[in-house]
T-cell receptor, first 110, second 114 residues
Framework: SQKIEQNSEALNIQEGKTATLTCNYT??????LQWYRQDPGRGPVFLLL?????KEKRKERLKVTFDTTLKQSLFHITASQPADSATYLC?????????FGAGTRLAVHP | EAQVTQNPRYLITVTGKKLTVTCSQN?????MSWYRQDPGLGLRQIYY???????DKGDVPEGYKVSRKEKRNFPLILESPSPNQTSLYFC?????????????FGPGTRLTVL
């Protein structure tokens, strides 16, 4: 069955540094991959989408890479701020469904 | 304001007492979906609907029912809730432009079954 792995341990970084979150997957060939942000007690909020034929996508301080050979996506937040502290979910997309990872909690310290 | 709403936000009930969680979206989206979120397991899809009167099972449909009589509403029904259905539930919708579209999530319903 499909499996998505995100770091279960929280990532702690200093304000101003670049945060890098990893999403690895097996037994699946997604047509696209999405990243969402989730704050405590709230629903996920869409951040970025990258398709299987794209290597990299950027949006302001966010950057996503997608390596279909390694079956891995990396999510970068540059110049991180305490307001970036949240849980980040990756999701693999097919025709009618998204398969979500369990998420990685990011804590940015002043 | 474009949004997905869910009610109730919090619910404590007892085993076997039928309940319905409502979901409504005001964005004219054709696709709607229900997920449950449990610690360490991520979001798992329960049911989804491609359009009115068209529903299909997700990965964890056992113990749940849905209906889609109107485009904007997609209620989740638990006919006989059990403690293993204690979870955080999210409704989501997306535009009809294809599967790659972003999903818009509701605020969540925290359900406790005693």
């Amino acid at each position: 069955s499909q499996k998505i792995e995100q770091n279960s341990e929280a990532l702690n970084i200093q304000e101003g540094k670049t945060a890098t979150l990893t999403c690895n997957y097996t037994n699946y060939s997604p047509a696209y991959l999405q990243w969402y942000r989730q704050d405590p007690g709230r629903g996920p909020v869409f951040l970025l989408l990258i398709r299987e034929n794209e290597k990299e996508k950027r949006k302001e301080r966010l950057k996503v890479t997608f390596d279909t050979t390694l079956k891995q996506s990396l999510f970068h937040i540059t110049a991180s701020q305490p307001a970036d502290s949240a849980t980040y979910l990756c999701a693999l997309g097919g025709y009618n469904k998204l398969i979500f990872g369990a998420g990685t909690r990011l804590a940015v310290h002043p | 304001e474009a949004q997905v709403t869910q009610n109730p936000r919090y619910l404590i009930t007892v085993t076997g007492k039928k309940l319905t969680v409502t979901c409504s979206q005001n964005m004219n989206h054709e696709y709607m979906s229900w997920y449950r979120q449990d610690p360490g397991l991520g979001l798992r899809q329960i049911y989804y609907s491609m359009n009115v009167e068209v529903t299909d099972k997700g990965d964890v449909p056992e113990g749940y029912k849905v209906s889609r009589k109107e485009k904007r509403n997609f209620p989740l029904i638990l006919e006989s809730p059990s403690p293993n259905q204690t979870s955080l539930y999210f409704c989501a919708s997306r535009p009809p432009s294809g599967g790659a579209s972003e999903q818009f999530f509701g605020p969540g319903t925290r359900l406790t079954v005693l």
